[in-house]
């Protein structure tokens, strides 16, 4: 996948902002940036735990905070960078608030199956059946950094801490 510097640069902040996500309460190791023309309009870490949420995983979170600055609920144009590929809920979340680009670090495979809701189906999956076809996907941008934050795929994780049962 041919990356820009600038790729590299947001996923970056997506980074910092997931680490800090992993050290403050309430929050969890996942970021998220959306940029348009250069600038961040919306940027946020996974804040479940900090407002009793299910909904608030990180790219939600920055999606609001776009809609709010922009007084816009249409993001179009905009490149949404994540730590974590998107979970169903958010993927749609970015279809409807028409994403024109989403770009994640690790994927399913790099991490534990928990962070996903579908045992089959996948952020492509959502992606390919939309009405838009003018949302682009691509994963894997600092893929190896990225699942660093997470548990990986063959832990032995007790039933009762996994957050999809
Ligand atoms: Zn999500």
Known sequence: MPWTLDDATWMNRAIGLAREGAV??????????IVRNGEVIGE???????????????EIVAMRRAGQMLECQELRDAVLYTTLQPCGMC??????????????GAGREDVHAMYFEDRHLDTVDFIRDAFRNDL????????????????PPDADVPKDEQFNR
């Open 44 to 58: 946020g870490c996974n804040e479940v735990d900090l407002h009793h949420d299910a909904t608030a995983h990180a």
């Open 24 to 33: 403050r309460p309430g929050m969890n190791p996942i970021g998220c940036v």
């Open 136 to 151: 682009s996907l691509e994963g894997g941008l600092m893929a190896r950094e990225c699942a660093t934050l997470y548990v």
């Open 91 to 104: 993927t749609m979340a970015s279809i409807w608030a028409k994403i024109g680009r989403i770009v994640y």
